[in-house]
C-alpha cells in the first residue's frame, strides 16, 4: 500500500506541495526537510506493513455490513497524528484487531469541518456496506458535530467527544484530572500555579481547562494569580513563545502543561534559559512521555489510558452493531496521577 504524500503531509503538520517536491527529489526543499519526509514515509509503510494482513486477504471482497466505517475528523490541528508520540498508530491496530476478531474489516475516512465533505462520508456511513462507525473525534470542536454528522444512521460510538445521550461515547474525565494536579501541587506547597495552554478550541482541552479553575477555586488559591496562558499548537511554536515569556515575566511556583506538545516545548525553553526542574520551578503534564522527550527530565504527569480506551471503544461498538440499545453509555476514563521529579 502506497503512502501519499496528503498523508506525510498530515503526519508531519507540512504542506502536501513540500512533501511532493521531496519525494520527486525537486529543488525548493532543504535537505533536513527532504530526510524528516524521507524517514516518515518509511516508518509510515512499515506500521501499514506490521498492521495490516497480505494484500491477498485484502483484495478478497468484504459481505454487505462487514465494514466498520472510521471516521477521522481532522482539523489539522496536528494532534492526532503528530509525529512526536504518534498515538494514532497504536489505536488504529487495536481498532483493526479487534474488528477482524469478530469478521469486520476496517475503512478509514478523513473529513474536515466543511459540510459538502461531510455530507459526502455521511452517505459513505449508510451504505449497505458499513455496519457500524467509530467517530475519532479528538479535533472536534463543539459546534462541529452539529454541521451533518448527526445524520449518520448506523451504529456509532464517538471517541473522545461527548455529543449526548443518543450515542456511545468514551472520553477522558479531563476534569477530575486537571483538578487533583493542582490539589498535588498545592500539597507540595505550590501557591502560583500557571497553566499553560494550547491556542486550539476542543473538547478535552476545554474539559480540562474547566477542571484547572475548579481546582483553583476548590483549594481557596487567588484565581487571578493562577492563570490560563495560551503558549501555541506545536512544540515549536510552544518553544518560541516560552522562551520570550520567561525573559518577561517572574516564575510562578508550577506550570501545569495541557498536552505532550506543550510540555516537549515547555521544558525545551527552561532549558535554553537554564531554568532549573524542579529547583526553580515545578511542571507537571497532561500525558506521559519518555525522559529522552523531555531533556531527561522524570516528568510528574498525569497518565492517559490511551489503549486501554480503544478497547472500550470497540467493545461498545461491535455489541451496538449485534444488539442496538436505546440505552446509550458514556465512558469516562479515570487518569492516574504519576509521580516523577519534576516537582519538588
Request: charged share 25%; aromatic share 6%.
Amino acid at each position: 500500500m502506497k503512502i501519499k504524500a496528503v498523508d506525510i503531509a498530515r503526519q508531519l503538520g507540512i504542506s502536501k506541495a513540500t512533501v511532493s517536491l521531496a519525494l520527486n527529489g525537486k529543488s525548493g526543499v532543504s535537505s533536513e526537510t527532504r530526510d524528516m519526509i524521507l524517514k516518515c514515509r518509511e516508518e509510515m509503510e512499515s506500521q501499514l506493513c506490521n498492521m495490516l494482513t497480505s494484500v491477498k486477504d485484502e483484495e478478497q471482497p468484504v459481505p454487505a455490513g462487514m465494514t466498520i466505517k472510521i471516521i477521522m475528523f481532522d482539523r489539522k490541528l496536528g494532534i492526532i497524528c503528530a509525529p512526536a508520540l504518534n498515538i494514532w498508530t497504536e489505536m488504529l491496530r487495536i481498532f483493526d484487531g479487534e474488528a477482524r476478531k469478530h469478521g469486520y474489516s476496517i475503512g478509514i475516512t478523513y473529513v474536515g469541518n466543511d459540510e459538502m465533505e461531510i455530507q459526502r462520508v455521511v452517505e459513505e456511513c449508510n451504505s449497505p456496506a458499513v455496519a457500524g462507525v467509530l467517530l475519532y473525534a479528538t479535533e472536534m470542536a463543539e459546534h462541529d458535530f452539529d454541521k451533518g454528522l448527526r445524520a449518520i444512521r448506523k451504529p456509532m460510538v464517538i471517541f473522545d467527544y461527548d455529543a449526548g445521550n443518543r450515542y456511545h461515547s468514551v472520553v477522558i474525565d479531563n476534569e477530575t484530572a486537571v483538578q487533583k494536579a493542582v490539589e498535588f501541587l498545592v500539597s507540595r506547597g505550590c501557591r502560583r500555579i500557571e497553566y499553560l495552554s494550547q491556542r486550539i478550541e476542543m473538547y478535552n482541552f476545554e474539559r480540562r481547562r474547566m477542571g484547572f479553575i475548579a481546582g483553583i477555586h476548590k483549594v481557596g488559591l487567588d484565581v487571578e494569580k493562577c492563570p490560563i496562558v495560551p503558549v501555541g499548537t506545536t512544540i515549536e511554536s510552544v518553544d518560541s513563545f516560552m522562551r520570550d515569556w520567561l525573559l518577561e515575566h517572574s516564575l510562578p511556583d508550577a506550570f501545569i502543561m495541557e498536552n505532550y506538545q506543550i510540555s516537549i516545548g515547555a521544558i525545551k525553553a527552561l532549558n535554553e534559559r537554564k531554568i532549573q526542574v524542579p529547583k526553580q520551578i515545578s511542571i507537571l503534564g497532561v500525558d506521559e512521555l519518555p525522559s529522552y522527550m523531555t531533556g531527561g527530565v522524570e516528568l510528574d504527569c498525569i497518565r492517559v489510558a490511551h489503549t486501554d480506551r480503544a478497547y472500550v471503544t470497540m467493545e461498545l461498538l461491535l455489541r451496538e452493531i449485534q444488539s442496538p440499545s436505546n440505552t446509550k453509555f458514556k465512558v469516562a476514563s479515570r487518569c492516574e496521577l504519576i509521580l516523577g521529579e519534576s516537582v519538588r
